[in-house]
């Protein structure tokens, strides 16, 4: 060994553990694997530095006639065994890191905390040549002392455990305790943190979640149930709206196919009856977003089979009004026209139907009519590098082949029925004086067709290719080595 690091031990002893100290500060977490490399590196170094000079950590401290050294090397022999203790609690760590992930944190700590009680009782024992037996007598007599002060926080602790050990959750995971809600955050010895969809966080102690009833939504991973519930009016025929909800089950995509989702009578009263919906989506990010469309759709839906929400039953359609003039009240593109207007508009349209399979307006066709959809679901189909595939689904008042009556240019979608369908169809010869005197409803249509285009456009061009950063790992993989 150098001549500085034999003539000064203590001192290079010292600055090893500064350094450990410095470089484990200062190494950021994505370079784990290099501040355990370092760990490791420096205590042995400091080992062979202790051992090298007679300071062996089995055995009592020498120096025994000079008090100052001996203190020291004491001390220093001491901190080899808490040194080792968290070396190996920190490549432990590393190993069950890559094993259990961060949902077995709390039992890396309750590890490292019998190695480290494991290393003072070794300390005690051959540094400090205590007796320990007594030492372990002693502290077993104040550990009754604790337990019993602690009775709840010691509950949460072996709670935690179980917890840990059984996994009825982990990070990440959608979960619910005793009717609490929210993403789990957090699992510490205490208690478990979850991130509410208030944004709020709640701390539920570990005892409580382990004996509470909790409901993990994350599980299975690929697959999170929804459900939307509805009243409708008690004298409507219950076939008509089952169908009418199955047809807007159909016209929500993000809806799993298996397991179907299903429709269902709930409750019957004399102020309305209760209908629920049930599927499943394939992520939790989307019940939001599924359940606002599962209810428009419905909504659409019923309205075109002519039924009301209890809650929009009193702003129905007279019963008297034709088909196509009701349909006119509920688009949104031409409900803005004058009730005169409308009765004419209505009176040249004519009612089409379709199969489920049947091509409605095919791509690459000029269309010179607009259809209006009064029920049933559409399929909209695009074309990406000689495939076909479904780009989306449309419902009750929705429009198809506006590009050709504003543009003259040729569809750039199929528009096929996914189910029995019925659409009211109108001439180009009907709908041009009406664009040309109502600029806000010709506005209205341009808007739609410049937002079909631009989505349709997003969806069938190709993605840009971003070249994979091959490390050296995976050239000598390509290699065979």
Known sequence: MPSFIAENPMVCALALILIDIAVWRLITPTLANWKLAARLVIFAVFSAVLFNDGMNPMQAAPYVDDTARHLAATALQIGWWLFAARTLTVLLGAVMMQRVGHTGRLLQDLMGAVIFLIAIIAAMAYVLDLPVKGVLATSGAVAIIVGLALQSTLSDVFSGIVLNTTKPYQIDDWISIDGTEGRVTDIDWRATRLQTSQGSLAVIPNSLAAKAKIINFSRPADMFGLT????????ARPQTVIEALERAMQGCRPLLAKPAPSVAFKASASGGVEYEISGFVPAMGLKREVRNQLYDLAFRHLQAAGVGLLSATEGSTPATVSGARALLERSSIF???????????????TLHTYRAGDMILPAGEV???????????????????????????????????????????????????????TLYRIENEYLKPCLDARHDIGEAMKALLDFRVHAAQA??????????KKGFLQWLRSRGL
């Open 228 to 235: 939307v519930s509805l009243q409708v009016s008690p004298h």
């Open 335 to 349: 409900s803005t026209l004058r009730q005169e207007e409308k009765d004419t508009f209505s009176q040249n349209m």
């Open 367 to 421: 269309s010179d009519h607009l259809f209006i959809i009064e029920s049933g679901v559409v399929s909209v189909m695009l074309v990406k590098v000689g495939h076909t595939f479904e780009a989306g689904r449309m419902g009750p008042g929705e429009v198809i082949g506006e590009s050709g009556i504003l543009t003259d240019q040729a569809t750039l979608a199929d528009f096929t029925a996914k189910t029995f369908c």
């Open 459 to 468: 969806l069938t061009e190709d993605a840009p290719v971003v070249p994979v």
